[in-house]
Structures are given as C-alpha cells and as structure tokens.
C-alpha cells in the first residue's frame, strides 16, 4: 500500500477546474444525460409513505442505509447461511469513472440508481445490468476536496432523484431520463465546502449537510424544498455564542484528555471567539431521522485546523458530537460531545442508527447508536443523548489522549479510526451492531498555522509508521451489555460499510477485493468473492420476481489508496 508523508490516510487533496456550472436546466443538460434503452415501465414514483415504511420492505432499497434509522438490516432471508456459500455473480455492471467507490445505489421495482466519483449517476436493470441512462454533472470552476472525489448515492422521492456534488450544489434529476430538474448552491466552494454524502428526503425536505472540516469552513445541516431547491432552514454545527462549551476534561469514556484550561480560557479572553466562522465541523454522513419524534439525528467532524488547538480554545460544540435537531424547523434539541477541543482527528463520521437496546434500568427502549473513530458503539438515550453505555474498544488503543507535538507523538487508534465514514449494520432480532474497524498506528504533529482562505488546514499532520502492521477488523457488538459478541480480522484496514440481513448473514467487503459473507451470530466467514478491485463500499441488497440480490461496488479507495476499479457486482444465488 502507498503512502504519502502528510495526511495520506486520512486526506488525498485534489483540485479541479472545469467550466461554469449553470443553474439553468435547459442550459447544462444538454450532453449531460445519455440514453442507453427505454426506461422501464416498472419504475414508480417514490411516496412518503413508501419510504416510511422500507424497514419492513423486503422489495426495495429505497435509503443509502436501507431506511430512516439507517440500520442497513434488510429483512428477506432467501440467502442465509444455509445457502450464501452458493452466491453467484448475477452481472457486472462497469462505469465509466476508474476511480474510488463508496455509493450505495437505490433499487426500486427492479430499477438501480448508483453514482460514481465525480458526480456521474446511472439508471440500470437491477437484473440484467443493462443501462437506462447516464447523467455526468457538469463541474464548477472550483472543487476543493479531502479524501478523494467521492459520492455516496442519491435519494429518491416522488419522481426525482437528489444528489450532492463536490462543487457544493444540490441537483434534482427526473428519475425516469436522469434530466436536471433543478439545481442550488448549497455553499461557497472557494471556502472549501464540497460534498459527498447521499442526502436524505422526507415530508418534501431534503436534508444534506457538508464536508470541509479540514479547510475550516463552518458547518451546517440544512433542508431544501424538493419541488424547488429553496432553502427551508439551516443548523450551523459551529454556534455563534457558546462553542466554548463547558470546558470538559474528560472524554464520554471518563479518560482525562490532557487539556490546559487555564491556558485555554486565556487565549479566548485575550483573542475573543470570533473565530466560530472557520471552526470546522462538517457533517459527512446522512442524518437518521425518527420519524414518530419527527427528530433528525446527525454526527459532527472535526475542528479546524484539525491538530493545531491554541487557536480554537474551548470545547470547539458540536464538533466530534452527536446531535438532535427539530425536522420541521432545525431548532436544535440536544447533543453529546464525545472528545472535546479535538486535536487528533479523532471526528463523528459513522452515521447514527436509531434502534432497541436495553436502558440504564435493564429495560429494551429504543436509543440512537454511532460508532466512533476511537472504537467504540455509543448508545445513547434518543431524547436527551445521555449515554447509556459505550462498548468495549473494538481495536487496540494506547497512548490516550496524548498531545501531537512537532516531532510527533504515537497514539492509537491512529486519525482514520477505529470506524471511519463506514456505515454501521444492525441485527435487531440479535440487538447486535457490527462494525467495518481500522487498525493504522499513527503519529501526530503540530504545527502552529493561521487560517489560509478555504485551503487545506491542518495545523500539522498525522503520519502512518512504516513498520507497524495495519489491518481491519469486523466487530459484533452486543447493545444491550457492550460486549464485542466477535470480532473477524482482516489483513487490510477495512473501509466501506456493513449489511446485515434477516437470514443471520453480515456482508463487508476488503480493499484487496474481496467481498465476505458472515454468519451474524459468530463471525464464521462463509463465502467470499474477489471482485479485482477495493471493495469499499456499503453493501444493499433486494429482491425481484421472488429472487434476492446483494450488490455492492468495487471502486477501491482513495483515502487508503486501494485498488481501483469501475464496477458494481451483483450477486445471487443460482
């Protein structure tokens, strides 16, 4: 695997130029959208109600994460692990972008919807693998990006689709031509807000928030009308007032984080807080939304710069925190800081998952979960975001938390988790969690850094040590005790996401290409595919005519350098 010296693991920087993005439909979608063959006449529009209820559908991948509390369970059991070691490639189908993977595509009444780097998004036969057609965005002048080109799928509601682009727009497409229907700002990309999360829709609102958390934007959560793109209301992560919090001590685990206080409240008094507008705090992943509590449940990155504290005093709210806001307003609710004033990289990125477990009285309620990047399955109370409990670390952990220096101190887990951006899978007849974890020992340094203009800020560096071994593991976790039920090593890092299905199955894939089913009660791997290129993405799975499928893409990966590739493989049973 290569290495770069700065940020490799965590951040491949690109920039990109390209012409003016019109917001104009008529004007841009021109050669925009090709067609490959009629659409199907099995294609229907997507109803609320619909999308309510994909818990229980066993039809549909309507959600990047299978439904609103995002579990990624899918509850058919054709293939289960009686028979999953007879999965079979059903097709192949290839894109036209050679670069990393981590979409989770759509299926609806047969009909894939799946996006590439680089904003490309395809409408395919989730059958036959054959192309109904192909929308490639048109870029602004300016991108400016972490961790690769990446996209990680649309939403679908009524007859449109909905995307984020890493020039920082939110397009709408006509689900049956892929044709623009629309397309807004969500942000200034020369202040370093770009996107690559799959959005969310509901009651007409598209919800999406940013990344750039390492070019010291301020982040937001915000809610645009789906018929028109106007914008509803926006949550700024980064308060305007109060981001100095209450200046913790300890990390949500009780473990003293090392912080001068003193010389912190110093710094705030002598500097003032001002500096809220560059503090960093992207949301990168989709928000899980209860929809009985009509509640939206997102987790916040990093501060910016990312290791270089002085000049953030304070606890840095909401960033590395879990938080609840209103649906039909934004109006916050609650939230949870899980490391303050962080200077590790140690970020929220995992999506949250609303589910069952036991409470603090031994009693199944239901609670919101988030694997994080230090290791560990939170469980949380839903209306307050107390926590209830936090598992036991899933990877080795040392050295915690000490300070990044100029020379460089080691600390485990190292600035990519743990957990990173992989989405989290739950078996809620088991009340299990399982989670794609890293294992990349790293050190950390600091280098004192004035915000740059929207261009890469780290304030020092995190680097990889060459003769440590990096590997992945997958991690069962029991909710209702904390308990790690298994654990599966791997030999590479894993990056991509977690599927669990009704027939006691968990599928991941690893960056040499492999792509593994397990047994979800013990962790026994029962099959496996290589796909010849990273498999880093979120795996899904339907059904049509009666026969279940498991999809998922082989890209590679940018951040970690796998292979690449241009693929989604589609599997079945003969």
Not at 39 to 57: F, G, K, R, T, W
Not at 274 to 292: I, N, S, Y
């Amino acid at each position: 695997m290569k290495h770069n010296p700065l940020k490799q693991i965590a951040l491949s920087v690109m920039l990109m130029a390209g012409a003016t993005t019109s917001v104009c439909a008529d004007e841009i979608q021109g050669q925009s959208t090709t067609t490959g063959r009629p659409m199907s006449s099995n294609l229907v529009p997507i109803s609320q109600d619909m999308l309510n209820a994909s818990a229980a559908d066993k039809k549909h991948w309507l959600h990047p994460n299978g439904n609103y509390a995002q579990t990624r369970f899918y509850p058919a059991d054709q293939i289960n692990t009686g028979n999953v070691g007879k999965l079979k490639p059903a097709f192949v189908f290839q894109t036209a972008v050679l670069e990393s993977m981590e979409t989770a595509p759509l299926v609806i009444n047969g009909v894939m919807f799946l996006t590439t780097s680089y904003n490309h998004v395809y409408a395919i036969d989730a059958v036959t693998g054959q192309e109904f057609w192909h929308y490639k965005h048109k870029m602004g002048p300016i991108t400016t990006y972490c961790c690769g080109p990446n996209n990680r799928g649309v939403a679908a509601y009524g007859d449109l689709l909905f995307m984020g682009t890493l020039d920082a727009k939110l397009v709408a497409l006509d689900a049956k031509t892929g044709k623009l229907v629309w397309e807004t700002e969500i942000a200034d990309p020369e202040k370093g807000y770009s996107e690559t999360m799959a959005p969310t829709v509901i009651d007409g609102k598209v919800l999406i928030g940013t990344n750039g958390g390492e070019y010291g934007i301020r982040g937001f959560v915000k809610a645009f009308d789906a018929k028109t793109g106007n914008l509803l209301w926006t949550f700024n992560t980064i308060p305007e007032k109060g981001h100095e919090g209450v200046w913790a001590t300890h990390d949500a685990t009780g473990r003293d984080m090392l912080r001068n206080i003193a010389a912190e409240k110093e710094a705030l008094a002598k500097n003032g807080g001002g500096f809220f507008e560059t503090l960093g705090g992207g949301v990168w992943m989709t928000p899980a939304v209860d929809v009985a509590t009509r509640t939206v449940y997102f987790v916040v990155g990093n501060p910016s710069p990312d290791l270089y504290g002085d000049i953030r005093p304070g606890d840095n709210l909401y960033t590395d925190s879990i938080v609840a806001v209103d649906l039909d307003s934004g109006a916050y609710k609650a939230h949870f800081q899980y490391i303050a004033h962080d200077v590790w990289d140690l970020d929220a990125v995992s999506p949250p998952i609303i589910t069952e477990a036991k409470g603090k009285d031994g009693k199944v309620q239901k609670v919101v979960i988030h694997g994080g990047k230090t290791g560990h399955v939170y469980v949380h109370d839903p209306k307050t975001l107390e926590l209830i409990r936090f598992s036991e670390a899933m990877i080795p952990q040392e050295n915690m938390w000490v300070l990044p220096t100029a020379d460089g101190k080691r600390m485990l887990p190292g600035a990519n988790g743990g957990v990173e951006w992989n989405p989290l899978a739950v078996n809620p007849k088991l009340r299990m969690s399982y989670a794609a974890n890293l294992h990349q020992p790293m050190t950390y340094h600091v280098e004192a850094s004035d915000y740059p203009g929207g261009k890469l800020w780290l304030g020092g560096a995190f680097k990889v040590i060459p003769n440590e071994k990096q590997w992945g593991r997958l991690s069962a976790v029991n909710l209702d005790t904390g308990k790690v039920a298994w654990k599966a090593d791997t030999d590479q890092p894993l990056m991509g996401g977690v599927l669990a299905t009704a027939g006691n199955l968990v599928f991941t894939g690893e960056g040499n290409g492999m792509f593994n089913g397990y047994d979800a009660r013990t962790g026994k791997k029962l099959w496996s595919f290589n796909c010849g290129a990273g498999v880093n993405a979120p795996p899904v799975s339907y059904t049509v005519n009666g026969k279940q499928y498991i999809a998922v893409a082989a890209g590679g990966n940018t951040q970690l350098d796998f292979k690449r590739g241009n693929s989604v493989f589609v599997f079945a049973l003969p």
